[in-house]
């Protein structure tokens, strides 16, 4: 019987030292604590403004074009009337273009954006991650959108084992 109970006290004991530790941050929460963050997002928000009225000022003067062109539409020539719809298209178009130039997934705004937060958002999981190794914490889930894993200890992947499992060759 003592040699089940001393089992058994083994067991357990040997089950919490393989027992995960888990912490969590609120990103948000920290981002609004960092002063450099709140000034990044002053020049962003500066920036994005500043774009927005020009192109709201390009689409007014379009839209003056548009309403003189209606007005004088039934007395112009086909040619020009033809010529009239081609320039309002084009500078259409023009402010499309720039409004993608601006704010377009690859536009100004997006690198900015990377030019001044991604140095920030890098500082915090740096230190995110040294908080997690120094404390052995296994995962770090961030609460503030979800719950995304932003650290995980490399031990405890197990996804080159279940490659070579289904035959796949890993070259890391």
Do not use: C
Not at 83 to 97: D, L, N, P, T
Not at 110 to 125: A, C, D, G, H, S
Not at 136 to 164: K, M
């Amino acid at each position: 019987m003592k040699k089940v109970v001393l089992l058994l006290v083994i067991g357990l004991f040997s089950m919490a030292t393989y027992a995960q530790r888990y912490a969590y941050v609120d990103t948000d929460y920290i981002l609004q604590n960092i002063p450099e963050y709140s000034d990044a997002q002053e020049v962003l928000d500066q920036l994005a403004k500043r774009w927005q009225s020009e192109i709201e000022a390009q689409y007014k003067e379009v839209e003056k074009l548009y309403k003189k062109y209606q007005s004088e539409a039934s007395l112009l020539p086909d040619d020009l009337r033809t010529r009239r719809e081609e320039e309002i298209v084009s500078k259409e178009r023009a402010i499309q273009k720039f409004q993608q130039e601006k704010f377009g997934q690859e536009g100004e705004l997006f690198k900015k954006r990377m030019e001044l937060v991604q140095p920030i958002q890098e500082k915090i999981f740096n230190i995110i991650e040294n908080i997690a190794q120094t404390r052995n914490l296994d995962f770090v889930y961030d609460i503030s959108s979800g719950a995304t894993v932003l650290y995980a200890n490399p031990q405890l992947d197990i996804s080159d084992e279940i490659l070579r499992e289904m035959g796949t060759i890993v070259n890391r």
